[in-house]
């Protein structure tokens, strides 16, 4: 998969270098190219950044680096990458859309600045791109640079060979509408916390079945959201 970050802070991106995403770019599982929004300015100040028509507080990102940056790192061929731009006015990002781009060949992020980016981008982007707009979650972070990092590492580790054990990826918060169970490794007795005696039981059964419970419950009290789609789509649970 290949997968390109536009940013004017591209250093923010250099966590993807680590961990199993470092490795999976290493191992050539993964194409991540990072890229400087300023290398598509012209300006000895490299201005990337405007006032807004019609005031108000802060600045707008210009369409002119945008629609040089887009240009460069549309396909070749007339096959359409998906551009994503994270913020917090977007569609909400779920594992569900993860599992959705990481069939994708190509992916292009674009994080945004300031206010934003001039709107007039998203309409000349959907000439070359499937144009997404994904937010993490109701709140505001001052750029995108920090979506890009969790969407990505959401998306790659869903990619055959990102993740050494592929069955950790099954029992998963979000895959199948219920929270993880929680988990204990040794020692048995930690400081006088215990762990819970059917763990150490050895019957496999009975341990599932305990597992099970402790995601409906922890569904029900943490999420209730959640809980509520489960019921209604498992009736008989
Ligand atoms: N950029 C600013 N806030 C954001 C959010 N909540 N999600 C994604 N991108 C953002």
Redesign the pocket.
Known sequence: MRLDVISIFPEYLSPLDLSLIGKARRDGLLDLRVHDLRTWTHDRHRTVDDTPYGGGAGMVMKPQPWSEALDSLAADDDSRPTLIV???G?ER?TQQIARELAGKERLVFAC?RYEGIDERVYEYAARDYDVRV???????????E??VLAMVEAIARLLPGVIGNAESLVEESHEDGLLEYPVYTKPADWNGLVVPEILLSGDHGRIAAWRHQQRLERTSARRPDMYAAYRLSHPDA
């Open positions: 994270p913020g917090p977007g990002f945004g994904l937010s993490l979650g109701d709140y505001v972070l001052n750029g995108g920090v979506a």
